[in-house]
């Protein structure tokens, strides 16, 4: 069995414990390792410690195996029924369900899920009946502005309200109908984040609420968040909540809820290759819809891989149906020194740079009411800062409904 990942972790507090004590014996004044100026409070910081390390606990599940990433993840291979999900109210003694119908007009492609993720590289995958689970750190933690806000979105509106709120988009959505899923294929792109509490990301939104304090929201795409994951690689992730982001829902596996069933895709887990400017692009598709018998949302990616899905039980108004779908890139800016963020968007560039430069999202569509799906008609682009970050919308044969978007932030056009 893979070893839990808190051995190291409850060596150092022991080794604190025993310095605390050696230097209050001696009468010694008692300063922090992190900054000499503060005064350590002892036990302030074993409780914290104490919080991390139960924290760690509750995430990190009993593994058959662990498979080491070229980028330094650890991929515990955790019994399918020891997942974090089950841990959810609603779900308890639950366990995974059989995968559902997918929708009329789903056009099943080969299961090619190997090399779309890093940790894959290497050949290595998890045994049937288990899933592939991101181990978390004491570090991600401690980057964290709080062990309650790890994993979660910060506090926002979302992009209807999102004036003032830091958080910034470029998108194309839909709204006006009754909505069971949304469809895409987006390019994957690296995009450089300038500060380790911004992030930038594209995905798809399947909306419900207002957007006061009671918005649904499903969400998945990838993502660059040096402060969630540590370092600058394009990540995919999930996202839920039903209180807009205020204390419920999360990224990934990092609170239950979200159910996997794929033992081939790591939430969280880097997406290996990327776009090139001027060169190969590389996209990925992503399906979200409602299965119409048992009323769970249902996740598919790549070209026809279940990744899992999110029980209707989480959910207010999406247990029943979403009315908004949106598709596009968000960005989160700090306006360091009182300017806008250098965090780009999608591959850094504007939309009309168009092909091998812009980031895209191609072939959009909606599931209706029947579990088909249509194209989504009457799409409606926006950008809440044109002139850091754009969108263009487009309409051909091959591509259908799509649309280019990004940006570099902060230029001559952004001060």
């Not at 300038?194 to 995905?203: G, I, K, P, R, T």
Request: aromatic fraction near 10%.
């Amino acid at each position: 069995m893979a070893p839990s990942g808190c051995g190291h972790f409850s060596i150092h507090v022991v080794v604190v414990v025993l310095v605390l004590l050696q230097l209050l014996a001696a009468g010694a004044p008692v300063v922090s390792a992190s900054a000499a100026n503060n005064t350590l409070r002892p036990g302030e910081e074993l409780r914290k410690y104490g919080r991390i390390r139960s924290h760690l606990k509750r995430l990190n599940r009993p593994s058959l195996k662990t498979i080491q990433s070229p980028d330094g993840d650890l991929i515990d291979c955790v019994p399918s029924h020891l997942q974090p999900a089950f841990d959810h109210p609603v779900l308890k003694g639950s366990k995974p369900l059989d995968p559902p119908e997918r929708p009329k007009g789903h056009k099943a492609g080969v299961l090619t899920d190997d090399n779309i993720q890093l940790w894959r590289t290497s050949g290595e995958t998890c045994p049937d009946g288990t899933v592939p689970i991101r181990r978390t750190k004491e570090e991600d933690i401690l980057r964290a502005s709080s062990v309650t806000r790890f994993g979660r979105k910060p506090v926002s509106r979302t992009r209807r309200d999102s004036e003032g709120s830091g958080h910034e988009h470029a998108v194309g959505y839909v709204v006006g109908d009754q909505y069971y899923g949304a469809k895409a294929s987006l390019n994957v792109w690296a995009p450089r984040v300038a500060s380790s509490s911004e992030f930038s990301l594209s995905q798809i939104w399947v909306i419900s609420g207002s957007f006061g304090r009671d918005l649904n929201t499903i969400e998945a795409g990838w993502q660059v968040s040096p402060q969630l994951y540590g370092d600058s690689s394009p990540r995919f992730f999930t996202y839920w909540t039903t209180d807009a982001y205020q204390a419920t829902g999360c990224y990934n596996l990092l609170c239950s809820g979200f159910v996997q069933t794929s033992s081939n895709i790591a939430v969280g887990a880097a997406i290996s290759p990327t776009s090139r400017y001027n060169g190969r692009q590389f996209d990925i598709s992503l399906l979200i819809w409602k299965d119409p018998k048992h009323g769970n949302w249902w996740l598919e990616f790549g070209s026809g891989v279940l990744v899992g899905y999110w029980p209707s039980s989480l959910f207010s108004h999406l247990a029943g149906h979403a009315t908004m779908v949106q598709f596009g890139g968000e960005m989160f800016n700090t306006h360091p020194s009182g300017f806008h963020s250098s965090t780009q968007m999608g591959s850094g560039h504007y939309a009309q740079e168009g092909f091998g430069r812009a980031a895209y999202f191609r072939n959009l569509q909606v599931v209706d009411w029947d579990n088909s799906l249509i194209p989504a008609a009457s799409l409606t682009v926006l950008a809440d800062h044109p002139n850091c970050y754009d969108v263009q919308a487009r309409l051909n044969t091959a591509w259908g409904n799509y649309f280019y978007f990004g940006g570099p932030g902060r230029s001559i056009r952004c001060p």
